[in-house]
């Protein structure tokens, strides 16, 4: 079955720490994978996403992700968060022409 | 930058009730999209939509649910009689349509939030 994985469902930093937030996907196509980011009140925004060539990709504000195929895993990263990315990171994996399949998001909360 | 807008921000009604979400996708867009979040719960696909017709839908989209355009620019979800249940965020999202079965990438909505009552 299509699924997204994200074991942390909350993670609390200090600013300046290092981030990574798991993601894990099962689906048998050719995938398309992404990031969302949700903050307080707002909607989700693209924060990157892969399609084919390069493995690690870079996104918008300093986050970059990788996809390791072996391991069907796509984490995001940061090596140094501040109190603004406060949010709820959503990782997706396009399922077939048209739908996504969203993880059920990590909450992180950047402690000033 | 362009951004997809949908109305209202929140939405309350009685059970039983119609309610129309409405969405004006980006401009030069061509395909368009329901999601909905149940709250603490992950975003779940509903339907997408394509030269004025369902192209693809989730079992969550059963009769009690249809998506319409009606002119140039919006999208509409109604849900004819609603139930508890059906409370939750709603996000639209649109993409290019440039190529779809690759590189399409849906930009979202700020969400209208449905409290059935």
């Known amino acids: 079955a299509q699924s997204v994985s994200q074991h942390n469902h909350h993670v609390i930093l200090s600013e300046a720490a290092s981030l990574e937030l798991g993601c894990n996907y099962s689906?048998?196509?050719?995938?398309?994978l992404f990031w969302y980011v949700q903050y307080p009140g707002q909607h989700l925004q693209l924060l990157l996403k892969y399609f084919s060539g390069d493995p690690l990709v870079k996104g918008i504000k300093g986050f970059e992700a990788e996809f390791i195929k072996s391991k069907f895993s796509f984490n995001l990263r940061k090596p140094s968060v501040q109190w603004s990315d406060t949010a709820e990171y959503f990782c997706a994996v396009k399922a077939g022409t048209y739908k996504y399949i969203f993880g059920t998001g990590t909450r992180l909360k950047v402690l000033a | 930058e362009p951004e997809v807008t949908q109305t209202p921000s929140h939405q309350v009604t009685q059970m039983g009730q119609e309610v129309i979400l409405r969405c004006v996708p980006i401009s030069n867009h061509l395909y368009f999209y329901w999601y909905r979040q149940i709250l603490g719960q992950k975003v779940e696909f509903l339907v997408s939509f394509y030269n004025n017709e369902i192209s693809e839908k989730s079992e969550i989209f059963d009769d009690q649910f249809s998506v319409e355009r009606p002119d140039g620019s919006n999208f509409t979800l109604k849900i004819r009689s609603t139930k508890l249940e059906d409370s939750a965020m709603y996000f639209c999202?649109?993409?290019?349509?440039?190529?779809?079965?690759?590189?399409?990438?849906?930009?979202f909505g700020p969400g209208t939030r449905l409290t059935v009552l």
């Open positions: 999202a649109s993409s290019e349509g440039q190529n779809p079965r690759r590189t399409d990438t849906q930009y």
């Open positions: 689906y048998g196509g050719t995938v398309n």
